[in-house]
């Protein structure tokens, strides 16, 4: 039985925030962030005092968890925000307003999966990225079950008809699989 100890183990925040092509001033959503706030936190110190990240999640216990980490860490530019990804309009962010999009273990959680990508994808503005983040559909001891993996050809079919264009393919992790895309 494989031991994994912490999130790094399994994701590393500063690799895949690399890979979402993340600068300074830039505004950022993790959509589906979760209780630690993995990503929200090396992402506000990427984009700086300039830049603002939306940690948003449908667990207000989640947010919760972020906001007293921000409070106790003294972060400005992060801004938690309760949302239902799986209805188009419902995360309170302007229109194509953001410059990344993330969505990282997010897709294998709902039945709904396009509608993420719909919501995701308006967020955007022309030229923003979304980066997806999935579980490899492989056998493992740990992680969601295989029939709630998401096939890596079914997004991209997905992300197509919405209006993006695969930018990069890679490696996000030994059990994971990224995906970057540019909303045309």
């Given at each position: 039985?494989?031991?994994?100890?912490?999130?790094?183990?399994?994701?590393?925040?500063?690799?895949?925030l690399e890979k979402a092509k993340l600068g300074e001033g830039m505004r950022v959503a993790d959509l589906g962030c979760g209780t630690s706030g993995h990503f929200v936190f090396p992402a506000a110190r990427?984009?700086?005092?300039?830049?603002?990240?939306f940690a948003v999640d449908i667990l207000k216990t989640a947010l919760e968890n972020i906001n007293r980490r921000v409070k106790v860490d003294n972060f400005e530019n992060i801004?938690?925000?309760?949302?239902?990804?799986?209805i188009f309009g419902a995360a309170k962010i302007e229109?194509?307003?953001?410059?990344?999009?993330?969505?990282?273990?997010?897709?294998?959680?709902?039945?709904?999966?396009?509608?993420?990508?719909?919501?995701?994808?308006?967020l955007?503005?022309?030229?923003?990225?979304?980066?997806?983040?999935?579980w490899r559909n492989i056998s493992l001891p740990f992680g969601p079950p295989a029939s709630e993996r998401v096939?890596?050809?079914l997004i991209?079919?997905?992300?197509?008809?919405?209006?993006?264009?695969?930018?990069?393919e890679f490696n996000a992790g030994q059990y994971h699989y990224g995906m970057l895309f540019v909303k045309m």
């Open positions: 039985m494989a031991t994994i100890t912490g999130g790094n183990a399994l994701l590393d925040p500063n690799y895949i990427i984009v700086g005092k300039k830049g603002k990240v801004e938690t925000i309760w949302s239902n990804l799986e229109s194509s307003s953001l410059d990344v999009a993330m969505l990282i273990n997010t897709l294998y959680q709902s039945n709904k999966r396009g509608d993420i990508l719909r919501e995701a994808v308006r955007l503005k022309k030229g923003g990225n979304l980066l997806v983040v999935e096939d890596q050809e991209k079919t997905m992300a197509r008809k919405l209006g993006t264009e695969i930018k990069e």
